[in-house]
């Protein structure tokens, strides 16, 4: 499955998100509830409202989102690149993940101490992104020396993993993320392969006071700005909101919400920004035992897709009966569908498209 790493400075209101992440009503009513892996570690099942309509038109008796997973990466500070608090220990598990969620304190309170002593949420982003380019930075002018060796012979891949190295130390250099270098289709395989930290996805998480939560604040139109600058995204969320959410049943966090004016939850908001940045995808599969969403990169072809299921769907591919979501929900469901000869018979070099429901045909 898919990670996004949950980063910041202390005090910011990471546990009090990761906690409210494993807890939800809705989390915990699914099929598949988040279910803690380890202290740190938790997925979460994604939100989608598609989902339970595909079920309730099929009757399917359970319902199964498809699920993320958050890990939540503490102990960075200052110098962590240079093995201060956790160090290298958070580095190594950042480098695991996808994509990097990254909290940024928008909120006031004299009674929480900020590590610099001020609140300035794009201070706290350079902070920490500097140590990520830091760490890059280092681990490639390690890892340029030991390939020296293999360029000299003449090895292909080395002398391309070389070069991609040297890109990116360049752009580190001038103390900007491995994230900007610009990669060409055939060096991409190589290039993810550098693992690079700064070359993550970011999702800026502004964590505001609960009276914000609706409409954000100064502190978060500041992260905005320099998200839509930098071509990351960024959420407002009250991490003390969600918390509280989270101890409440679904009918009850309707309310809440609705008092607070806000349509839905900052975590589901959290989650599909995540999704979003990652450039995921759900199709469906339907029928009277379950309702289940699958998720894949967009783009992803029909074998692929299937093999998400179970590497069998993949090798052995016949064809994927397609009902588009919109198709399925207009017609009442798969018979109506078909009647109305909305349901396609799609081959290996179809690409998915995000709300299809596929009915997978392979050879065993
Ligand atoms: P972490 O070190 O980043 O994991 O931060 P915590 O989640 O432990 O939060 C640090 C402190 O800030 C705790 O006392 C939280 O209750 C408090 N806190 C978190 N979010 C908010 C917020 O939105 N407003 C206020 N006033 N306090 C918050």
């Not at 079920?55 to 500070?77: C, H, N, W």
């Not at 101490?113 to 990520?132: F, M």
Request: net charge negative; glycine share 8%.
């Amino acid at each position: 499955g898919f990670r996004m790493g949950i980063v910041g400075l202390p005090n910011v209101g990471k546990s009090t998100l990761f906690n409210a992440l494993t807890k939800t009503a809705a989390a915990q009513a699914a099929n598949f509830p988040f279910c803690t892996i380890e202290p740190n570690v938790g997925e979460v099942a994604v939100p989608d409202s598609r989902l339970d309509k595909l079920a309730e038109i099929a009757q399917s008796k359970s319902i199964i989102p498809t699920r993320m997973t958050f890990v939540d990466i503490a102990g960075l500070v200052k110098g962590a690149s240079k093995g201060e608090g956790l160090g290298n220990q958070f580095l190594a598990n950042i480098r695991e993940t996808d994509a990097i969620a990254h909290v940024l304190r928008c909120f006031e309170d004299d009674d929480v101490t900020h590590v610099d002593g001020r609140v300035d949420p794009v201070s706290d982003a350079e902070t920490i992104e500097t140590e990520l380019i830091i760490a890059d930075m280092e681990s490639l002018e390690k890892r340029l020396q030991n390939i020296v060796r293999k360029v000299r012979g003449g090895d292909k891949e080395a002398v391309q993993q070389e070069r991609l190295m040297k890109m990116a130390l360049e752009m580190l250099e001038q103390g900007k993320p491995a994230r900007l270098v610009e990669v060409d289709e055939d060096d991409i395989k190589q290039w993810k392969m550098l693992q690079l930290l700064s070359s993550k996805p970011v999702l800026y998480v502004c964590n505001v006071d609960e009276a914000e939560a609706a409409t954000g604040n100064a502190l978060s139109e500041k992260v905005a700005a320099m998200a839509a600058e930098q071509g990351n995204s960024h959420v407002v969320i009250s991490a003390k909101i969600e918390e509280e959410i989270s101890q409440l049943d679904a009918e009850e966090a309707e309310m809440f919400l609705g008092e607070l004016g806000l349509e839905e939850a900052g975590l589901d908001r959290l989650i599909r920004a995540g999704y979003e940045l990652l450039h995921l995808e759900t199709y469906f599969t339907v029928g009277p035992k379950e309702a289940r969403a699958w998720t894949i990169r967009t783009g992803t072809q029909a074998p692929q897709a299937a093999g998400v299921i179970h590497g069998d769907f993949e090798k052995g591919f016949i064809r994927a009966e397609t009902i588009a979501y919109e198709d399925f929900i207009a017609n009442g469901g798969e018979q109506g569908a078909k009647e109305a000869g909305k349901m396609r018979a799609e081959g290996k070099t179809y690409t998915v498209k995000d709300g299809d429901v596929l009915h997978f045909l392979f050879n065993t």
